[in-house]
């Protein structure tokens, strides 16, 4: 008799990946839980049901569950479940699902329900009406119900007012033909009861099961099969008795009763046995079968045990490599780091180096960051969109670093073979099918010549950075196969949680560069440098104004992505001054010079390239974002 309610009751700069990751594992084991984590899933293959609905979505409690089974000498099974049900919202219909599962069919005798008094003085009364009353009872305020038939299952809606507050109980009465099976030398008897598929827990929930007795014919067998330990007593001559003080949402219970054929009528209604079995075979069954529900829910027991300590676990290690790999996210401001000297001397890497120090870069920042610095530095010249490379050979890659001189090479003379380059024509180059893969290669070179320059300044410990990878990605696998055998092994999505630590795993690896102490106050300086460059005015307000370092920061800030923010600060700082424009735009680009609005238009001019590369680069083949 399984029972499944169904309520549709119609009544400071840091690592911010780092900071996520361990954000986002506190969230999901505050959401999740030991206690969710270690209740024990729900066990097919029962026989009734019955859900509960009402106008709104109504929540309720089941305070008590008391099932009467009457096993009479000719086989008959007459079934009375009786519980109080206390609505936390308001009610109006029940409905109720019965299912004959294996007997020969459900017969409905009579439907009540408790309704309240016309006076307050007066307690509830039981009102019961009779199928054949059911048709007549409907213009009823007090109880009305439909009866419908689809092969085994009988549906029964019921509707009664309930009211928030209120326990109503509700007895429904049946009886069930064929429910008994012929053994050899007995007769057996083996229903599911107390089944609430919405997750309802059950208070005191009682089985009591009346055989006819024999007093000759010796005590019957009977035991309760479920994860949950039931109390079964014989209390009186012909009666079982199987409770437990609370059954967990979505449990059940199976009762198997095996009893002398002595008590039964030669005529009584009996399934016969599809393979003769005697009686000692088939306790056999039955207490191999309990053996192996218990180890079940003890497997899934110790299971949701080690989901919840895998998740803590994945808390402390998280945390360990953040502290051990990922320091900068923990270093605050440096003592002795004075903001006005590093803006009026400016970075000491290179645009590309204090991006990666920075982590706020993205591929085409970082491409169109290097180009602008070697437009300052004298080895290209700008105009709109076209990158012209001013002279040919090895004298004129002096003073320049090797991730420098390689793309150069790589643009002038993979991409176009000639002088000049526009974003376009790196463009196309990223998105074309036939290239995409050979960008893709050339890009992961280029990082990796900026990484060496990073060994070598003392910023990057590559060594650390691989262990910590492999640490990273072999705990995410671990991870990712416990949660596939848990889920596989306890049937249940429970242990789909631990793909969340699984994903933070591997956004850790991907994600990590080990940097050096020197490293991590270089990144807590960039971080900080990033910032005065979104808020340069606020900076510049007390100060002269400097064209000079102003053309010379552009190029960082083109690389750490603020490039658009901080130009439209310097157009207001510099007005209408077209000197102060000219000074700036000097070395930067030959096409637009001298007034005002030339400044707005280089703005725009560098945001669009600064857009058209993000935008098409991560869609090359081996891009992705923390390059």
Request: one cysteine or more.
């Given at each position: 008799?399984?029972?499944?309610?169904?309520?549709?009751?119609?009544?400071?700069?840091?690592?911010?990946?780092?900071?996520?990751?361990?954000?986002?594992?506190?969230?999901?084991?505050?959401?999740?839980?030991?206690?969710?984590?270690?209740?024990?899933?729900?066990?097919?293959?029962?026989?009734?049901?019955f859900d509960v609905s009402a106008s709104v979505l109504a929540d309720y409690q089941i305070q008590s569950y008391q099932i009467d089974c009457e096993i009479t000498p000719d086989g008959l099974v007459r079934v009375q479940e009786k519980l109080d049900i206390r609505y936390e919202q308001d009610c109006e219909e029940l409905e109720f699902v019965l299912d004959a599962g294996k007997a020969r069919n459900l017969e409905l005798v009579s439907v009540a329900i408790s309704v309240r008094a016309a006076t307050t003085d007066l307690d509830d009364q039981m009102v019961e009406v009779m199928p054949d009353e059911a048709d007549s009872q409907t213009q009823m305020q007090s109880l009305s119900y439909k009866l419908s038939n689809d092969d085994a299952l009988s549906r029964l809606k019921i509707r009664t007012i309930g009211?928030?507050?209120?326990?109503?109980?509700?007895?429904?009465?049946?009886?069930?033909?064929?429910?008994?099976?012929?053994?050899?030398?007995?007769?057996?008897?083996?229903?599911?009861?107390?089944?609430?598929?919405?997750?309802?827990?059950?208070?005191?929930?009682?089985?009591?099961?009346?055989?006819?007795?024999?007093?000759?014919?010796?005590?019957?067998?009977?035991?309760?099969?479920?994860?949950?330990?039931?109390?079964?007593?014989?209390?009186?001559?012909?009666?079982?008795?199987?409770?437990?003080?609370?059954?967990?949402?979505?449990?059940?219970?199976t009762a198997a009763v095996i009893m002398p054929a002595t008590g039964f009528t030669s005529a009584a209604a009996l399934l016969p046995q599809g393979v003769v079995q005697?009686?000692?075979?088939?306790?056999?069954?039955?207490?191999?079968?309990?053996?192996?529900?218990?180890?079940r829910a003890w497997v899934k027991g110790f299971l949701d045990r080690l989901n919840w300590i895998l998740m803590v676990a994945a808390l402390f290690a998280l945390t360990f490599l953040v502290l051990v790999f990922e320091r900068e996210g923990l270093l605050w401001l440096p003592r002795h780091f004075r903001e006005d000297e590093y803006l009026l001397k400016g970075p000491g890497y290179s645009p590309a180096i204090l991006a990666r120090l920075s982590r706020h870069h993205h591929p085409g920042q970082i491409l169109l960051g290097t180009l602008m610095?070697?437009?300052?530095?004298?080895?290209?010249?700008?105009?709109?969109?076209?990158?012209?490379?001013?002279?040919?050979?090895?004298?004129?890659?002096?003073?320049?670093?090797?991730?420098?001189?390689?793309?150069?090479?790589?643009?002038?003379?993979?991409?176009?073979?000639?002088?000049?380059?526009?974003?376009?024509?790196?463009?196309?180059?990223?998105?074309?099918?036939?290239?995409?893969?050979?960008?893709?290669?050339?890009?992961?070179?280029?990082?990796?010549?900026?990484?060496?320059?990073?060994?070598?300044?003392g910023l990057l410990d590559l060594h650390k950075k691989h262990l910590g990878k492999v640490i990273g990605l072999t705990l995410a696998a671990g991870y990712a196969l416990a949660s596939a055998l848990i889920?596989?092994?306890?049937?249940?999505?429970?242990?789909?949680?631990?793909?969340?630590?699984?994903f933070l795993f591997v956004a850790f690896a991907l994600g990590l560069k080990h940097l050096t102490r020197l490293g991590n106050i270089e990144a807590a300086k960039a971080g900080i440098f990033r910032q005065h460059l979104s808020h340069y005015a606020r900076w510049k307000k007390n100060q002269a104004h400097n064209p000079a370092l102003d053309c010379a920061l552009l190029a960082p800030a083109v690389a750490l992505g603020v490039a658009r923010n901080y130009l439209h600060q310097l157009k207001a700082l510099y007005g209408s001054n077209h000197d102060l424009i000219s000074q700036f735009m000097a070395p930067l680009t030959k096409s637009l010079a001298g007034d005002a609005p030339n400044l707005a238009d280089f703005a725009r001019d560098l945001d669009a390239m600064g857009s058209m590369l993000s935008a098409s680069l991560y869609l090359a083949l081996g891009i992705h974002f923390y390059d």
């Open positions: 008799m399984r029972h499944l309610p169904r309520f549709s009751c119609k009544i400071a700069p840091g690592s911010t990946i780092s900071r996520v990751m361990v954000f986002l594992l506190v969230f999901g084991l505050l959401l999740l839980g030991p206690a969710g984590l270690a209740q024990p899933g729900h066990q097919p293959g029962q026989t009734a049901t009211e928030a507050g209120e326990t109503r109980q509700v007895v429904v009465r049946y009886q069930l033909a064929g429910a008994l099976v012929q053994l050899k030398d007995a007769i057996k008897f083996r229903r599911g009861f107390f089944n609430l598929a919405q997750g309802k827990p059950i208070a005191n929930p009682i089985l009591l099961i009346h055989y006819p007795a024999d007093p000759d014919a010796g005590s019957p067998w009977f035991t309760a099969i479920s994860p949950v330990p039931f109390v079964s007593a014989q209390v009186d001559q012909d009666t079982i008795q199987m409770s437990t003080l609370q059954l967990p949402a979505r449990q059940n219970m005697d009686k000692a075979a088939s306790i056999a069954e039955i207490e191999a079968e309990q053996a192996r529900m218990t180890q610095d070697l437009v300052l530095r004298g080895k290209l010249r700008l105009d709109g969109h076209v990158f012209t490379l001013k002279a040919h050979g090895l004298a004129d890659y002096q003073g320049m670093t090797a991730f420098e001189i390689f793309l150069l090479q790589w643009f002038f003379e993979r991409i176009t073979q000639e002088n000049t380059l526009s974003t376009a024509q790196i463009r196309r180059y990223a998105l074309d099918r036939h290239t995409a893969t050979e960008f893709s290669a050339y890009y992961e070179q280029f990082i990796i010549l900026i990484q060496e320059d990073m060994v070598k300044a889920t596989t092994t306890t049937g249940t999505l429970e242990g789909l949680i631990l793909l969340l630590p699984a």
